[in-house]
């Protein structure tokens, strides 16, 4: 039987005049209607919602935990395995002899921006101390919370979350993306990724349903970034003294979080409408210049060799254990309060909920990604985007996070991080180093994490609001009608005000693991229909038949 050449054309329906010209009016609107009936309902009945949501958290955690921890472990193996098997690792993912748009350098510092730079400023400090205080092998009583010999697990956990696991959920989206896109010439969208199981099918209601999905997740997994953002940012704006926007918890008042959402929406809105290479690109610029003041201030002023035995053992240690915790998944006995209940309880606090954040914010990222590694290797593109974004995330962890602990285990800190909010410790750390020597210098450091964190959650939101933009007009990267940017940019707004107002960032992170589950399934039948479509291309390029859309005439079977 001969070998048919690959599907090069997924023709996605479009509105040619009125306000959707150019978009696919069923993506656009059941994603529109569904965020509203969102929004609204948090707004309007808040305890109903923080109420249902939080039903719908405990039986999402006690049937789908161990599909979560599983899945992102077979992303691992996916992506490894991809780099090293040879017929996929030399593919190009473009057009024979295409070369890559970016320098390495270049590539490397838009995909950490783009994937959890923001998350650096909260977490690298408030992720380590977390773990320093209490992880499973405290509750298991082999280590001692707070003390010395518990630092090394801390720093495996806080790898693992932000390491190969991360960064494999967001290298599946892209290279599926990449693939289909640059290689057979199909719609940068969601869709096109599963082409080689459902075939031109893809252009009817089953890829609305993908897209949809896709656009959902996207919103709920930059909402969980801009929570976060914001209760940090507000934190920020209380510690250069801007008050009145701080409980006496440490968490944002309502006029708090308006403010904060003010803010960074009002100026990523007017980011997305100036376009990439304007808004977007002098944003990114500005982040990197500040991420490099900023983390070379811990190297050289922290807790410089605390940072580095951090860095070289934490590596060690959790590479050593992550077959173990790529699988494991903890059951409980159902009695509250026992080492198994607790054990449970902590997985669907850490793990799970990193998984499903990182897998909602995969869309997003992935098709980023996928936007800047155009002619790249698979091979390179595997490696590339796991292994160094996973690097600089541990450089942050290390020295920020272990400056942090190196404090607070010597006593000098005595409690000031450690009683800290999460969004608030990195500026109780910086305030605690530098207000000794002047408190000026304190409240300048201050000032450039805030403007730091508010140009990252900027950069994080207009790009989000662009790309949902490309999925709802079925992969179309061009500019957008201003109408359906303030949309998004207002949406996303209510969207992170709403589950703040409704019950906090646990709402956020509620509604995020519940959006996540859909595209979870989307993302393990991106694996299979990539395996499949490299495969079949191998087979073709044996046979001498064309692997890419610039050689296959225009009408062609399904993969």
């Known amino acids: 039987m001969a070998i048919e050449p690959p599907l090069t054309d997924l023709p996605i329906k479009t509105a040619d005049s009125g306000f959707y010209r150019g978009f696919s009016v069923n993506v656009a609107v059941v994603s529109k209607i569904i965020i509203s009936v969102l929004v609204v309902w948090c707004i309007f009945w808040p305890i109903q919602a923080g109420n249902v949501l939080g039903d719908w958290n405990g039986a999402i955690l006690s049937a789908f935990a161990g599909w979560y921890i599983w899945v992102v472990a077979a992303f691992i193996i996916v992506c490894l395995g991809l780099a090293i098997w040879p017929t996929a690792g030399r593919m190009t993912l473009g057009l024979p002899g295409e070369k890559p748009e970016f320098s390495n350098f270049s590539w490397f510092s838009m995909m950490f921006g783009a994937g959890i730079g923001v998350g650096m400023l909260t977490w690298a400090v408030a992720e380590p101390v977390a773990h320093f205080q209490n992880n499973p092998s405290v509750i298991t009583g082999d280590t001692t919370a707070l003390d010395a010999n518990n630092v090394r697990t801390a720093y495996v956990w806080s790898f693992l979350h932000w390491g190969l696991g991360a960064w494999a959920c967001y290298a599946v989206a892209g290279l599926a993306l990449a693939f289909f896109s640059y290689r057979r010439g199909l719609p940068l969208t969601i869709r096109s990724s599963l082409t080689p199981l459902f075939g031109k099918s893809l ?57 904060a959402l003010a803010v960074i929406m009002g100026a990523s809105t007017l980011s997305a409408l100036s376009g990439v290479g304007k808004g977007i690109k002098w944003l990114s610029n500005i982040n990197m210049v500040l991420s490099i003041v900023l983390l070379g201030f811990f190297i050289i002023f922290g807790a410089t060799f605390f940072g580095a035995t951090a860095f070289f053992v934490g590596i060690w240690d959790y590479l050593v ?8 998944v903890y059951s409980s006995d159902g009695v509250e309060g026992s080492e198994s209940f607790l054990l449970t309880q902590w997985q669907g606090w850490w793990p799970v909920f990193y998984w499903a954040w990182w897998i909602a914010f995969a869309p997003f990222v992935g098709l980023f ?6 002619g790249r290797s698979i091979r390179e593109f595997v490696l590339g985007a796991m292994i160094v974004p996973s690097l600089m995330c541990f450089v ?8 942090a602990i190196d404090l607070e285990l010597n006593g000098d800190a005595n409690g000031v991080i450690l009683d800290a909010a999460n969004g608030d410790k990195i500026f109780a750390m910086t305030e605690f180093m530098l207000a000794p020597i002047a408190q000026a210098l304190a409240w300048g450091m201050a000032v ?31 500019p957008k009608a201003r109408p359906h940017i303030l949309f998004w940019g207002g949406a996303l707004a209510l969207v992170v005000g709403g589950l703040l107002i409704s019950g906090g960032t646990g709402a956020i992170q509620t509604a995020m693991v519940i959006g996540a589950l859909p595209f979870s399934l989307v993302m393990a039948l991106m694996c299979i229909a990539l395996i499949k479509a490299i495969f079949n291309d191998g087979r073709r390029e044996a046979a001498g038949v064309a692997t890419t859309h610039d050689e296959v005439p225009s009408a062609t079977p399904a993969e």
Request: net charge negative.
């Open 396 to 403: 942050w962890f290390s020295w920020a996070g272990g400056t």
């Open 321 to 328: 254990q992550l077959p173990w915790l790529s699988f494991n």
């Open 369 to 374: 990604l996928a936007r800047i590694s155009k």
């Open 448 to 478: 450039l994490i805030v403007v730091l964190l508010m140009t990252f959650l900027v950069t994080s939101a207009d790009s989000a609001v662009l790309i949902v933009n490309t999925i709802n007009a079925a992969g179309d990267e061009g």
């Open 203 to 259: 252009s009817g209601t089953i890829g609305h349903i993908i897209d949809i999905v896709a656009v959902v997740a996207t919103i709920l997994g930059v909402a969980q970034t801009l929570g976060f953002g914001v209760e940090q940012f507000v934190a920020g704006l209380n510690r250069i003294g801007i008050g009145g926007l701080v409980l006496e918890d440490g968490s944002a008042t309502t006029l708090g979080i308006i403010v």
